[in-house]
């Protein structure tokens, strides 16, 4: 079994009111959201493991993405080669910022897909567990938690609501079979991951009964307040967060 590797994803987007990408939204303590979320992973990946964070070409950066280094993935790696190299040991946090181009004729693919990718061309033997940057509330358990329930399927991931196309595969971890299965989906011009997880039959758990709010989603500053005035009717002593919160938007 291939090792395990975190992945943040970052789409870039501006969120829908304030402009401000997702990303870089400020939470309780004013650092963004990238930033709380790599402590997530962190948590749960402690050093020397390496950190990896997606970022598309054209999102917008600030002084501590401009200092990390990249990883292109543009050697091919062997299941003997996939151990850190020597740079890798010495970074903590790497981007990829690979985009696999789409065919003519074929829909492009958005910033998950290009994400998912490029971590399956940096290592295609490796289980990706991704993080999409667009869950504030989101805690090292709930990283855990995916870990500790996954079996073999190819895909392991949250459920965000009941029925059909309830996966959220930004919320999981991916095989190298899934990943593939992805690639080849997006080759024929079907690059939506939701349907990959989907058509491979994935593993889908749920939240721990009073720990929903995990998959709380946040597009804004303001919907960060809302979101987070809501734990606090649930009991959850936030109460602080929501006065710095409001301060800082």
């Known amino acids: 079994m291939g090792a395990m590797r975190p992945l943040l994803l970052v789409s870039g987007s501006g969120s829908t009111r304030t402009g401000t990408p997702k990303h870089l939204l400020g939470m309780f303590d004013g650092a963004p959201l990238y930033r709380s979320q790599l402590e997530v992973l962190r948590q749960v990946f402690p050093e020397p493991q390496t950190i990896y964070m997606f970022l598309p070409p054209d ?72 993080v999409g940057c667009n869950y504030p509330l989101l805690p090292p358990d709930a990283v855990l938690h995916l870990v500790a329930n996954r079996d073999a399927a190819p895909v392991t991931c949250f459920r965000l609501f009941e029925g059909v196309g309830g996966y959220e595969p930004l919320l999981g971890i991916w095989a190298p079979a899934a990943l593939s299965r992805l690639a080849e989906r997006f080759a024929r011009g079907h690059p939506c991951p939701r349907e990959a997880a989907r058509e491979l039959d994935g593993l889908v758990i749920d939240a721990p009964p009073g720990c929903e709010w995990w998959l709380a989603e946040s597009g804004t500053v303001e919907d960060f307040v809302a979101v987070v005035e809501e734990e606090k009717k649930l009991g959850s002593g936030l109460e602080l967060a929501v006065e710095l919160t409001r301060e800082a938007a």
């Open 59 to 130: 999102a917008e950066t600030d002084a501590y993405l401009d200092s990390l280094p990249s990883g292109s993935g543009d050697t091919d790696r062997t299941p003997e080669s996939s151990q850190p190299d020597a740079d890798e040991k010495q970074t903590s946090v790497k981007l990829l910022r690979h985009i696999t181009p789409s065919k003519p004729g074929h829909p492009p693919a958005g910033p998950a897909t290009q994400g998912l990718l490029a971590a399956y061309k940096y290592d295609p033997w490796a289980n990706w567990v991704v």
